[in-house]
């Protein structure tokens, strides 16, 4: 017997396959993760994240350029300090003369069109490489103190607004920051600044490229004690209501491929927009199983950013965001 309803009937025209196309996705939809180092004259590929650089102010200028150019209009930046500026409190992270508060304010001055985001963390500061400050021993390991990790996250948002920062983006999962982080914003005048917070952010293997890019390895211990086991989901919906009462304005789930689950469970809990960071280690492997012919380089860039769309991210963090915006350009999207 012919089936009464065939599904083929509405893709096997091409027109009519796109117009029945439930997710699309614009390039201003991406946020573009970019490395910003000391120095001059400095564009150096990053191994495992090939196609990725760290750049010093002057040439990462320059290739903001580019990344307008290609349609996308917002870019989150990681500072790369001088590893002998480093400490134990991560004091570079919240200097006015600090990598990230220069980077700041030259882009604010030459390219006052881009949307500024600012990851706020201490792990790239550190001397042992943790998102918070060192408070006591347990079992012979130092536990990270949260309250007065918050204090200096906060500071370090303040110094990143005041540099020119039209979004900050408080990454370490320490407790209570985006509460502190808007209080202290707000006592200073800058009501305006939204917060995207990394509200649910795993404990993830995922993340290996980028320590590498900006030599944030923990030095002892791990992150487990502030960023969430990948067995949670549940804990991920009480992560980021406790991150909007606090006054998240955008929640943010990271990594994005192996948690669409949770992507798709707060997209049913909130109503706030929801981005979600496809990680160095999602984009390492995507593009070292396309170097070696084993997949199809567009194809797997633009099927893993309309799945994590489709989860339901309005937002998407990733290191194809400059890439897909040309795909998206030359009509490669289809
Ligand atoms: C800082 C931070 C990390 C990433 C973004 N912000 C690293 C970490 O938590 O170890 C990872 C981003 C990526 O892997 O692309 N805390």
Redesign the pocket.
Known sequence: MSPHYRPRRLRENSILREMVSETSLRADQLIY?MFVCEGQGIRQEIPSLPGQFRFSVDLLLEELKAVLASGVRSVIL?GIPESTMKDAVGSQSKAADGIICRALSAIKNEQPELLLIA?V?L?EYTDHGH?GVPGKLVDSDWVIDNDSSVHLLAETALAYARAGADVVAP??MMDGRVETVRLVLDEAGLSQIPILSYAA?YASA??G???DAVG?APQFGD?KSY?MDPANAREALREVQLDLQEGADILMIKPALPYLDVIYRVRELVEVPIAA?Q???EYASLCAAAERGWLDRDAVIRESLLGIARAGADLILTYFAVEAAHMMRDERWR
Do not use: E
């Open positions: 993760p990681f990851d963390c792990c998102c990454s370490d952010k995922f993340y490229p980028f320590r944030s992150r960023q960071y990680v160095s280690g």
